[in-house]
């Protein structure tokens, strides 16, 4: 799928016929947005533009000299750019940008949200500089505006997320919300990927192109809302962890409660299974066997063997409650 933009009376206006693209009016075309493009296609952006589509979008390697160079086909970038789906996972897409010739070509496997943002934005606006530069600037800005936004969302999440831990531990919402807190840390391990290649992207284009003054001052501002960003975004990295944590904890303990029920229990059946088993033996000369009386005698002896460890632990049990009370009264007195 092509995009392809050109002037007209200071306003970038979208072509829609395609098939009328000449290379007689190629320096009237400005910017060339490239959708995962199909082999006729890129045929025919080597006819009319004499330039090279980059195939392999799909970089491991995150290297400056591998992500950020020029070479005969123009100045070549390689940008992070997110995107969510359906289930509310943020993925990191690459976007190829080149320079050359007063045009912009962007090269993408997907329609992203944040271009049509742009297109939305700049296709009713009057544009005082045509600049491939500073079109590529504002679609940098807009990017940070969008993960500004993410960023706002999961400290609002973070909030909820946080009375939902802190008050109610065995309810649904609280499994749900160590699910979600596990897709907030992975965004925002996400977001910061994206903020560190904008920031990389914007130095490289510092070193290789001579901005002026106002280019250069919107560079510094992006670059300075993307350090703000990085600070915040990581504050909230923190926060998850902590929560993450602290939601373990809570299931720790609950799970020590489990064990330690199951663990007076067998204390408690113990003795009485001990006397159960005693007088379940299969041999003949057994001196209580001929008692009249043995076997409501043994049934009490069995319930006063329970009882007794019952008895002992809830003792202990209150004796402790008691001695905490009396701790924290002193402590409060202290304060």
Known sequence: MLNIFKFKKKILKKIININKLKKKKNKK????????????????????????????????????????????????IHSFFFEKNKEDYMKIH??????????????????????????????NQKIICKNIYKLLLDIFEIK?????????????????????ISIDKNNNEFNVSILILFKKEDITSKIRICLIDTKRALKFLIRKINFNDIQIKIIKEIITD?????????????????????????????QNNILKIFSIIS????PPTLISSIYGMNFKYIPELNWHYGY?????MIFISGLIPYIYIKMKKLIWINDNKNINKNKFRKI
């Open 144 to 164: 940070i505006e969008q993960l500004a936004n993410e960023i706002e969302i999961i400290s609002k999440d973070l909030e909820t997320l946080t009375s939902i």
């Open 94 to 123: 690459t976007v190829a940008f080149t320079l050359k010739n007063n045009k912009l070509y962007s090269l993408r496997e997907k329609n992203l949200k944040i271009f049509n943002i742009y297109e939305n934005r700049i296709l």
């Open 267 to 270: 204390v408690i059946f113990l």
């Open 29 to 76: 075309y400005f910017w060339v947005d490239i959708i995962n493009p199909t082999e006729i296609e890129k045929l025919n952006i080597k006819k009319i533009f004499n330039q090279k589509i980059i195939n392999n979008l799909k970089l491991i390697n995150i290297e400056s000299s591998a992500r950020f160079f020029e070479d005969k086909n123009g100045l070549h």
């Open 296 to 300: 409501p005698i043994t049934i009490l």
């Open 226 to 254: 993307i350090e703000s960003l990085l600070s915040y975004n990581e504050s909230l990295f923190q926060k998850i962890n902590f929560l993450i944590q602290a939601a373990m904890g809570f299931l720790n303990i609950e």
